[in-house]
């Protein structure tokens, strides 16, 4: 929070507004240590006994007072600054949440503050109180001259003090900004949230929800997939067969009823080779029942170009993560056949421990650039989609190479 | 002849059921998962059972399995698979046990009403169909070694070879005279190094004995 020069003029808004923050702190900051030096003030006990249980009293005082403490300053920084401080997380039953190292490490930040920092913090609101003042009286000296017996080098000296009284005037905003720089500082890093572990479980968080993501729209590709399966594939099967059942028998209607009945046939044939197609690239039952060597070798020998094919896969990777390899590879060969002019194309699928390695190599006429297709950067959507890295390496004149690497677990 | 047809989709099996039975089978059951097939075939020794490969419960291969355990435990019943999409996968494990009456087709196939009672019945008498999708990922896959030195034309007498196709039926689909069909196989023979052999049957068998071991 910078703010401009004329905000720290000893008459402007900001000089009094962060003066009246570091003020409203002082009290709260001397809390901690008046109740645990305040009873000795008024009674010294002698007996061991007694000094311990005075000591533990302060301790459970301090302790009690640890988040309402934490409160008051957040209200202040709110009420005076408008500044909204993140709160802690909650904690009801201090002696339980101290079993967790979290709460006990929450606890030692609020302690830093409330005993360390804190009356730091106070001894500089004071300095801001004195600078106030001390500057104000000092630069009224002049007016305590009367009083003064006259004397030598007096004017000098009344000048002198006025000068240091305006000097310490100018310096109180500049004081008391720093001061409340540093306590709002310090109240969001020791009285808030731990800011690396709220990040830590927020991406933890986030990572699960992703993944259930990824995963349900794997889930509705494969349901997808089953009902045109059960529904529309059977309805065409069953039309192509009634329609050749037609074609075989109907073998004495006129010509041109012979004509519209054998097209309607290749029509219908046409459609299944179709679905058939955009059905088994959705997800093939293959590869939930044998993995990715079986359904790989499926797309290889569709491929109308030599496909040298390695899978070395020795334990089956999570289904999301190999439905993700599956589609990269059958895309890349896709986009190899559709563009590259390719003479021949390898695959190599290896498990490398945690890591699923796809490569997809062509001899083709290169060029490919992933922020021109939608083919190729559609493919690097769906890797990211699961953290996995994506590369293609494809100078113009070839040849292609598309690397991709995928956590073999989600 | 007496056929078990097992297929989940009552739409297909009703049509399988008239599109048999206007052929003249006789369709002794029809169920629609893979513990009613195996006792259907147990109770009613059938000349053939056409099997859907994705059916209850897991929708996955429970056909191909079915089909494994009935060639394993009633030798004398052939099956034709039937899928929405042919896997060299398990075309690879059909052919590891049996290479007789067998069939693997696309249900696309069902649609040409006469190649595929061609292929029932070659399946029904011992032989062998499998789709020529199959074939292709079959020669892809293990196209590396001999096979590599076939010509265009070779390659494809061999895929309708093990398609199952007679000499007759392979010259009709290239368009070529039965002699020249002859020619290219002594050539494949020749090229990977297979003994000659009578029938059909024998000859299929050399063609996948050979596909399944150059893997």
């Known amino acids: ?410 | 002849m007496r056929v078990v047809i097992a297929e989940d989709s009552v739409l297909l099996r009703a049509g399988l059921i008239k599109l048999l039975e206007t052929a003249g089978f006789e369709v002794v059951a029809a169920v629609g998962e893979a513990a009613g097939l195996l006792a259907a075939v147990a109770e009613h020794r059938p000349d053939l059972a056409v099997v859907d490969v994705r059916m209850p419960p897991g929708h996955t291969d429970e056909g191909v399995r079915a089909a494994l355990v009935i060639r394993r435990e009633s030798p004398d019943v052939a099956v034709l698979l039937l899928s929405q999409y042919v896997e060299e996968r398990y075309a690879a494990d059909l052919l590891a046990e049996h290479t007789s009456g067998i069939g693997y087709l696309l249900k696309d196939r069902v649609a040409d009403v006469s190649t595929f009672l061609d292929a029932l019945r070659r399946v029904a008498a011992g032989g062998t169909a499998l789709d020529p999708e199959v074939v292709a990922q079959l020669l892809l896959r293990r196209g590396g070694g001999p096979l590599g030195r076939l010509t265009p034309r070779e390659r494809e007498v061999l895929e309708l070879m093990a398609e199952g196709r007679s000499n007759a039926g392979i010259a009709a689909a290239l368009v070529v005279s039965e002699s020249a069909v002859a020619k290219h196989i002594n050539g494949i023979f020749t090229k990977l190094d297979l003994p000659h052999a009578e029938g059909d049957h024998r000859r299929v068998l050399a063609v996948l004995r050979f596909l399944d071991g150059d893997a």
Request: hydrophobic share 50%.
């Open chain 1, 1 to 410: 929070m910078v703010l401009p020069a004329a905000e720290r003029l000893p008459w402007s808004r900001g000089a009094w507004r962060d003066t009246l923050f570091v003020l409203s702190g002082a009290p709260l900051q001397a809390v901690c240590w008046t109740l645990v030096a305040l009873p000795w003030a008024f009674w010294a006990p002698y007996r061991t006994g007694s000094v311990l249980s005075l000591l533990l009293l302060s301790c459970a005082a301090v302790l009690a007072l640890v988040r309402p403490l934490g409160r008051a300053h957040r209200e202040r920084a709110w009420a005076v600054l408008g500044a909204d401080l993140p709160a802690p997380p909650p904690r009801r039953k201090l002696l339980r949440a101290l079993r967790s190292e979290d709460a006990r490490r929450d606890l030692g930040r609020e302690l830093l503050y409330h005993l360390v920092v804190g009356p730091l913090l106070g001894g500089a609101a004071a300095a801001v109180a004195l600078a106030w003042a001390g500057g104000a009286a000092l630069a009224c000296s002049a007016a305590f001259a009367f009083w003064l017996p006259p004397s030598k080098g007096l004017a000098v000296l009344l000048a002198g003090l006025t000068l240091a009284g305006l000097a310490l005037l100018i310096a109180a905003p500049w004081l008391a900004a720093g001061t409340r720089r540093l306590d709002v500082r310090a109240m969001a890093a020791l009285l808030g949230p731990d800011r690396a572990r709220e990040l830590e479980r927020r991406v933890e968080d986030l990572a699960g929800k992703r993944a259930d993501v990824v995963d349900a729209a794997d889930l509705e590709r494969r349901r997808i997939e089953r009902d045109l399966h059960d529904g529309a594939q059977q309805r065409l099967v069953a039309l192509a067969m009634n329609l050749g059942l037609a074609r075989e028998t109907l073998t004495d209607v006129p010509e041109p009823a012979r004509r519209v009945i054998v097209e309607a046939h290749e029509e219908a044939k046409a459609a299944l080779a179709e679905l058939r197609d955009l059905i088994r690239g959705l997800h093939p039952a293959v590869l939930a029942d044998r993995g990715l060597d079986a359904a790989l070798s499926g797309v290889a020998a569709r491929v109308p170009l030599p496909v040298t094919l390695r899978v070395d896969v020795a334990e089956r990777v999570a289904s999301t993560v190999e439905a993700v390899a599956y589609f990269v590879v059958a895309e890349a060969l896709t986009n190899v056949v559709k563009h590259a002019g390719a003479a021949s194309v390898e695959v190599d699928v290896v498990r490398d421990g945690p890591t699923l390695r796809v490569r997809v190599a062509d001899d083709g006429a290169g060029g490919a650039d992933p922020a021109r297709g939608t083919g190729l950067a559609g493919l690097a959507r769906r890797v990211r989609s699961v953290d996995g890295t994506f590369r293609v390496v494809s100078p113009p004149g070839g040849p292609t190479a598309l690397t991709v690497e995928l956590p073999c677990a989600l």
